[in-house]
């Protein structure tokens, strides 16, 4: 599967942003799917992720109650709402896909198959 990350911008702090991601290849109905970021000189880190084989999403703690994960199979896509964003939201975010015959690791683990090209997002304070 291929994936293309999009809707990444500058944006002020309290402001919200939509990121998109585009799968194609295999439907992500096929996928736990996932969303990293990654913020200069620091370590890629988990932001959301749905496990398609549980039914649940799970979110970093600081991100919670502010993000939102969703996907439509029939779209093929997922999307992360965010609002409320901070300045230390500012990071490169990939989404990624990894294949359900993996499910048993969690979706926090960043061992995932396939990874989109990233889309910036900048938080102006």
């Known amino acids: 599967v291929q994936l293309q990350a999009s809707g990444g911008g500058l944006v002020q702090a309290g402001g919200s942003l939509r990121l998109s991601c585009s799968a194609s290849g295999r439907t992500v109905s096929s996928y736990d799917m996932g969303w990293f970021r990654q913020a200069p000189g620091k370590e890629r880190e988990f932001v959301a992720g749905n496990s398609r084989s549980r039914g649940s999403t799970y979110y970093k703690d600081s991100v919670e109650g502010r993000f939102t994960l969703s996907r439509d199979n029939g779209k093929n896509s997922v999307w992360l709402q965010m609002n409320s964003l901070k300045p230390e939201d500012t990071a490169v975010y990939y989404c990624?896909?990894?294949?359900?015959?993996?499910?048993?690791?969690?979706?926090?683990?960043?061992?995932?198959?396939?990874w989109g090209q990233g889309t910036l997002v900048t938080v102006s304070s």
């Open positions: 990624a896909a990894r294949s359900l015959l993996k499910s048993s690791l969690e979706v926090t683990d960043g061992r995932y198959d396939y």
